[in-house]
């Protein structure tokens, strides 16, 4: 019994480690950001969205839903470290290749857990658009969409601390956020309302 506990027990252990990577990996950053402090911000600005959905828009999103697949979008990185999306996405033959080390990273993941509870967690890692109904597969997008806005977010801050680092990651975000928009207008809302507030001093916001 001890045996199986500390070979299927390393989960949740592995995932604690989200702390020590360090994202922007290519940038000079005025702040480090970890992938745990990331992850947390792109399950709150999911849940947002929803919420904008479903108050502004009349959608019936499951916001607690988006939230989870936010603070887990990024787990595989545990293992394969935050790559730079200039890098990740540079060729088709590039972006195929991380896909696969990320299903590996995944199924290492996951077989850091009891076989009962593998389902539950492999639907919250490895969400799949094929066989999903069209909220679950709204919801992939909300949380792609939160995730770029986090980014943004980040480049925001920096060039508000003085780092032009960030200058050019800004508009390719924007753009990118734009496009975003399009399809997902609750990331639209959020932009326009509550970006503005990000890097603004502590007596500013209260």
Known sequence: ?????????????????MRYIERWALMR?????????HSMEVAMIAHALCVIGNERFGKELDAD???????????PEIITGDMP???????????SAYGHVEQVAQERLLAGL????????????????????????????IVKAADKISALIKCVE?????????????????????????AVPEAGVFLEEFLP????????LL
């Open 65 to 75: 839903r988006a939230a989870v697949l936010g603070l887990f979008h990024d787990a």
């Open 158 to 182: 920096e060039e508000r601390a003085g780092n032009m680092e960030f200058t050019s990651a800004r508009v390719s975000t924007e753009e990118k956020l734009r496009e975003i928009c399009g």
């Open 197 to 204: 507030s990000y890097g603004k001093t502590l007596d500013d």
């Open 29 to 37: 950053c005025s702040r480090p950001e970890n992938l745990c402090e």
């Open 85 to 95: 999306t200039p890098v990740k996405y540079y060729s088709n033959e590039i972006r």
């Open 114 to 141: 009891p076989e009962d509870l593998q389902p539950v967690y492999r639907e919250i890692l490895c969400p799949n658009d094929e066989g999903a109904d069209e909220n679950e597969k709204y919801l992939h997008r």
């Open 1 to 17: 019994m001890g045996e199986n506990k500390n070979r299927y027990g390393t989960f949740f252990a592995a995932l604690s480690r």
